[in-house]
């Protein structure tokens, strides 16, 4: 039976710091979702198990052939059947059809090939696409469904998919998740897309503590750490409670002691007592107050024991917490308005043609469509970022947008400079705690932009963009889920469900639309 098993895998990261420890894994025949906050190592995970990298310590055994899904694009000069593996299998059938073909040629042809890569990639959502068409020509979402079929004609053993919906559309997702659905070998998957989630036969989490498997799918899973957290977070109570209930009877028995001592000096001071008795008093008390430290100390140390396995048990986070200030949006007033709006490129047909959009008050407006339907050629159309071939746009100074790239944030500048350059009515105070509210405490909110990783971004996007004392009447999000863990998500979708300004969304997430109370939907069809 395939199978990948860990024994005691530990793995430091360049500069040292420890990242994964002592995990001991196994992964079988069924389908995995590898879950965690950023920054726990889910994607070295994957890498280790696919050999791109050697533990510090520990061993990785892979028993079976692995197929890996690359999320970067290969060599410019890739071909639709480069990236599908099938080059050299289409060039011998075509040797044959020529009769040019050598007998190795004969012994090794795939007369279904040509079949079977139209079958995998109408599974996938996409058109019989020819062999030689260039792969750079795709769209990213054209691109990582290629990239899928490719593993589903190798038919490996197992399948490594790392945010495999990022980038996809609602038809993209929908195909990735018919994929899983009907895979039959190992696959194991690292997704913040609950929905994909749902299709797991189990799913492992990494914290800081290590990692767990929970069998089942995502709710399964949801639920189960939902009452295993609740447990220990009582047992880590408990375990507090405990030990300051002996350091206060502690305290008390040394104010004890302390009192009866101090009498027993003044006593002696009156000369009441015969120094050979007061000898005695002293020894006596001197002993009494060891063995009432040493118990004491007994006690504290067993007590200090109950609270470390109660800790060891609950990972000491950082929470994200996504509290807007109150935009004070009247509900009658216009913020955005596109009336008979058309733009596009230069030397290119119209994206947009005579559109007309209309946001009064706090509506929260879900903008949907295919890939290559014209939502983010729409959003830089409201925003002034692509002016109108013909009719007219008008929207509210206090708006604010967050694309995918953010754009906002000057790579070269510090997350607490480029705050303060977003938002110059805000202080320092303000500014600091802003940063906090979304785990950029003390040092982290002086890490230079250009060096964070892609979810830490897009915090501190978010950060500067929703998070300021004078917050913006409308807010603009495309695609704001696709960087974050399902944590951080969960905290986004509660400051944004709070927020009484509008919302104009991209988001393929239809769980995340939900979640936030989306009104209405304005749907975009390919020109």
């Known amino acids: 039976m395939p199978l ?59 028993e079976g052939r692995i197929g890996r899904l690359r999320q970067s694009p290969g060599a410019t000069t890739e ?12 060039a011998r059938l075509r040797r ?39 792969a750079a020509s795709l769209s990213g979402g054209q691109r990582t469904r290629v990239e899928l079929a490719r593993l589903a004609l190798d038919e490996p053993d197992f399948i490594l998919l790392d945010e495999p919906t990022n980038n996809l559309d609602a038809d993209g997702r ?30 492992v989490e990494l914290t800081s503590l290590g990692a767990s498997t929970f069998g089942g799918n995502w709710d399964h899973y949801a639920a189960r750490k939902a009452i295993e957290l609740e447990a220990a977070r009582h047992d880590l109570s408990h375990a507090e409670r405990q030990l300051a209930e002996l ?41 009494t107050r060891g063995e009432l430290s040493r118990l004491a100390g007994r006690r504290r140390t067993e007590a200090l024991g109950d609270l ?60 949907t469509g295919a890939n290559g339907s014209g939502k983010s050629t729409l959003l830089k159309l409201a925003t002034g970022a692509l002016p109108p071939i013909a009719g007219t746009v008008r929207i509210t100074p206090r708006h604010a947008m967050l694309d995918q790239q953010v754009r906002q944030l000057d790579p070269t500048l510090s997350v607490r400079e480029n705050y303060l350059r977003l938002n110059p009515g805000d202080g320092e105070n303000a500014c600091r705690a802003a940063l906090a509210r979304f785990m950029f405490r003390a040092e982290a909110a002086l890490q230079t932009v250009g060096t964070l990783s892609g979810g830490e971004i ?6 500067a963009t929703i998070g300021s004392s004078t917050p913006p009447e409308l807010l603009i999000l495309d695609e704001p889920t696709n960087h974050l863990d399902i944590h951080a998500i969960a905290a986004v979708e509660a400051g944004l469900r709070a927020f009484d300004g509008a919302l104009l969304v991209v988001s393929h997430d239809r769980l995340f639309l939900e979640a936030i109370g989306i009104t209405r939907e304005v749907a975009l069809s390919r020109p």
């Open 4 to 62: 990948i098993t860990l024994h005691s895998v530990n793995y430091r990261l360049p500069d040292g710091t420890p990242l994964l420890n002592d995990l001991e894994l196994s992964f079988g025949p069924h389908r995995t979702g590898l879950v965690g906050r950023n920054g726990t190592g889910k994607s070295t995970l994957l890498r280790l198990l696919a050999g791109e990298l050697q533990p510090s310590s520990g061993r990785v055994s892979v």
């Open 79 to 90: 071909t639709i059947a480069d990236v599908l593996g099938v080059t050299a299998g289409l």
């Open 96 to 134: 044959l059809d020529r009769g040019e073909g050598s007998p190795q040629d004969a012994a090794e042809a795939d007369w279904t090939l040509p079949a079977r890569i139209e079958m995998a990639l109408g599974a996938l959502g996409l058109p019989p696409l020819p062999p030689d068409r260039p």
């Open 174 to 203: 929908a195909a990735v998740g018919e994929l899983l659905h009907g895979w039959r070998t190992g696959a194991i998957v690292v997704s913040h897309d609950r929905a994909l989630l749902h299709e797991m036969d189990a799913i």
């Open 247 to 287: 350091d206060h009877k502690a305290q008390q028995a040394r104010e004890r002691k302390a009192r009866k001592d101090a009498g027993g000096v003044r006593s002696a001071a009156r000369g009441g007592v015969p120094k050979i008795v007061l000898g005695g008093m002293k020894a006596n008390a001197e002993e």
């Open 308 to 367: 470390a396995a109660a800790r060891s048990e609950v990972e000491i986070l950082a929470p994200l917490s996504v509290v807007l200030a109150p935009s004070r949006l009247p509900a009658g007033r216009t913020v955005l308005q596109l009336v008979a709006a058309s733009a596009g490129y230069e030397g290119e047909a119209p994206v947009l043609s005579e559109i007309d959009l209309t946001i009064a008050g706090p509506e929260r407006i879900a903008l």
């Open 458 to 463: 897009l915090r501190a996007g978010l950060a």
